[in-house]
């Protein structure tokens, strides 16, 4: 059988419908992942050389290929770039849908330029594609070919398994403090005896399933001293007391936030320092977050 064209860019059709159906399986079905692999390391530098070298003989084969591959390398992280300073962010239907975008503008610049020249000079390719005859092999090389054609099926299957077997997300617990203006900024830094002051503590569980969680409020008085070796000024606790425990268990994908009025009573540096413990072990803290107030 015999592949070729030159009259009809039929390359460059295959690409846009290409791009065009793993956008639709990547956004549309949620699959096809796997099928995305040449519309990153392919398809983009592919069309752009075709737009730049729309005439045979202006790049041999071997090196239309290589260059399309190197010009996707390149192609793909700047649309990348671009896209984790929009609104829509970096994600793979936003990767997906932008590379399926640019397929068909570059695509339909390659397509003009190609059929503005005269047929015979447009680029063209023919393939021989023939079912080689098996009497023809010695009995060596039908047990390379078998194993080889093993091997290739083997990879195929496990790229693809690989591919379609969900795989857990990362597992982890998000712990923050706002400010008395529900942001994570403004915290105060003077305060006067016996002022009181409120605090925002919030968890969020991204773990695999629900969790059990403990909060505690230490307030921790420290002096300033220099440390003349390290040539650094260093905050030493000089004691340490819990104002407040907080008990909760959290389902996957839930959160925690509840509002903290405190006081301190003593003037003096002060650290307001909130630890986070996770299934019941309350020998190490897990998470921590803390700030400074100076108290008049």
């Known amino acids: 059988m015999r592949v070729q064209f030159r009259a009809k860019p039929v390359d460059i059709y295959a690409c846009i419908t290409y791009s065009t159906g793993v956008f639709f399986a990547v956004a549309v079905i949620q699959s096809g992942t796997i099928l995305g692999i040449l519309l990153i390391l392919f398809v983009p530098g592919y069309l752009l050389v075709a737009t730049l070298f729309p005439r045979a003989g202006e790049l041999a084969w071997s ?3 290589a260059l399309s591959c190197a010009l996707s390398i390149t192609v793909v992280p700047i649309i990348g770039l671009v896209l984790n300073y929009t609104v829509f962010g970096l994600s793979v239907d936003s990767v997906v849908g932008s590379l399926a975008g640019y397929s068909l503008l570059v695509g339909w ?3 003009f330029r190609r059929v503005r020249l005269p047929v015979e000079s447009r680029l063209s390719a023919q393939i021989n594609l023939e079912w080689p005859k098996w009497s023809e092999y ?3 090389d039908r047990v390379q070919t078998i194993a080889l054609t093993l091997a290739v099926v083997a ?4 790229v693809a398994y690989l591919a379609s077997t ?5 597992s982890y617990t998000q712990f923050f403090i706002l400010g008395p203006n529900g942001n994570a900024s403004g915290y105060p830094t003077h305060l006067n005896v016996s002022e009181a002051s409120t605090t925002s503590i919030g968890v969020t569980n991204h773990e695999q399933g629900a969790t059990d969680y403990g909060v505690r409020v230490d307030l921790v008085g ?3 001293r220099y440390n003349n070796s390290a040539n650094i000024s260093e905050a030493i606790e000089v004691n340490r007391t819990a104002l407040i425990w907080f008990n909760f268990t959290l389902a996957k994908d839930n959160n925690w936030v509840t509002r903290y009025t405190y006081r301190i009573n003593s003037p003096g540096l002060w650290k ?4 986070l413990f996770k299934d019941g072990d309350f020998s190490s803290v897990y998470r ?3 700030f400074y107030v100076a108290v008049d």
Not at 155 to 158: D, F, G, L
Not at 272 to 275: E, N, S, T, V
Request: hydrophobic share 50%.
């Open 63 to 65: 090196t239309r290929l």
């Open 109 to 111: 610049g390659a397509y």
């Open 138 to 140: 010695t009995f060596s």
């Open 155 to 158: 990879a195929i299957s496990a």
């Open 166 to 170: 969900p795989r857990p997300g990362a």
């Open 222 to 224: 420290v002096v300033i």
């Open 272 to 275: 307001i320092q909130f630890l």
């Open 288 to 290: 921590q977050a803390y």
